[in-house]
């Protein structure tokens, strides 16, 4: 059974046209990976950015539940164009603070191995009606004692149409100091569960001012097991 399922995640790999949050979605969720369980995500991403410079890659993101209320994830991003290969892995450890009726919270750090630079994360998860928000606001240490801190924030809906598609939408951002104009993005997409434990998806956005990015791609997986 487990290698069948390491087969499976390298399978994946292989995919030529399939970090952390749930796709398509950059905004983190309040959730935590079952105990015991693992959550696969990989992702193409394709970017133009405010200098008409084209970027392409690939992610793949492997989350574990250690107990009911901690999770440990890491982030492996693949640099297609320009071809840098792997770079910039990221670990990830996800804190549930609480769970009620209709809101969630939890807390995460995420740490890039062989830099001083971490980032930490608070996240709330409300249900409304059919409509849930998730509300990220996170502060990063940049591994550099010439630069400040980094604010950075999202916002994210999504809004289920059947038990197999939802609909999602976010806005994020960063806060600079001394910036007059920090970048702004948005994203709409949508998630379609096609198994119990396998969902595909894809989003299109952009910049919303002239610090952004010009279009932003993306489309993936997820697999729970």
Sequence with gaps: MFKEKI??????????SAVFGGRPLSTDDAGVVDRGSYEVELGYDFLNDNTDAESRSMELSIKHGITEKFDLGIGIPYDIEPDNGID?????????????KSSAGSF????EPGTSEYTAVGILTMETGP???????GYTVLDS???????????AVESPVNDKITLVAEVTGELEDGASESPVEALLGLSFRAFDAMAFDFGIGGGLNERSSEIRFTLGLTYGF
């Excluded at 087969?7 to 030529?16: A, D, E, N, R, T």
């Excluded at 910039?88 to 009620?100: I, P, R, S, T």
């Excluded at 995460?108 to 740490?111: D, G, R, S």
């Design 145 to 155: 004692d010439e630069e400040e801190g980094l604010v950075s924030y999202a916002v």
């Design 88 to 100: 910039n892995v990221e670990l990830a450890m996800k804190f549930a603070l609480f769970n009620l």
């Design 7 to 16: 087969g499976f995640i390298f399978l994946l790999l292989l995919v030529p």
């Design 131 to 137: 409509v849930v928000l998730h509300i990220n606001l």
């Design 108 to 111: 995460v750090l995420n740490y």
